[in-house]
């Protein structure tokens, strides 16, 4: 008799934001793999959504640099659902309004600060990808991986550039 695992496999979220019309082969090597892409905004360029589409799947919302008419049909807020995780996104963390524990949200995905970030707080994890675009000031070129496991979500993010 065989035993099955009664667990998912993992998903990978690729994790990306403030690419700001810079898409780095770098990021694209870093995403390739991922079942899902996020982009946190500031997008810039359709082009960037779209050489993220030949890796996986995108979600992506507009950040305050997101202008003209490619970007009119990008949300300023998305949620999805991943196994038995709900992923809220949105530019501004400062945007995210209610609270998410409220929504049964599990993971909130932001951008916009440039600094990358992993906390948890009242159970909620929230990852800010840093950006992968043009450098700004002394941050970090960065992108992240959101990984999960049935109910369970962790998050990574590297350094994009050495």
């Avoid at 799947?57 to 949300?75: E, F, H, I, K, Y």
């Avoid at 992968?132 to 998050?155: M, N, V």
């Amino acid at each position: 008799m065989t035993s099955r695992s009664s667990h998912s496999p993992a998903t990978r979220i690729g994790l990306i934001s403030d690419t700001h019309n810079l898409m780095r082969p770098e990021a694209l090597r870093h995403l390739a793999g991922c079942d899902a892409i996020i982009h946190a905004g500031d997008i810039c360029n359709q082009a960037v959504l779209d050489a993220l589409r030949q890796i996986a799947p995108v979600t992506a919302v507009r950040g305050n640099n997101d202008t003209g008419d490619w970007a009119a049909s990008l949300p300023t807020h998305a949620t999805l659902s991943v196994q038995q995780v709900t992923i809220r996104v949105v530019h501004d963390i400062a945007d995210l309004g209610a609270d998410p524990r409220r929504e049964g949200v599990g993971v909130v995905v932001s951008g916009h600060s440039h600094k990358p970030s992993i906390s948890e707080r009242d159970g909620v994890l929230f990852v800010n990808p840093g950006s992968a675009g043009p450098r700004r000031f002394k941050l970090p070129i960065c992108a992240g991986i959101l990984t999960i496991e049935g109910a369970h979500a962790s998050a990574s993010f590297d350094s994009l550039l050495t």
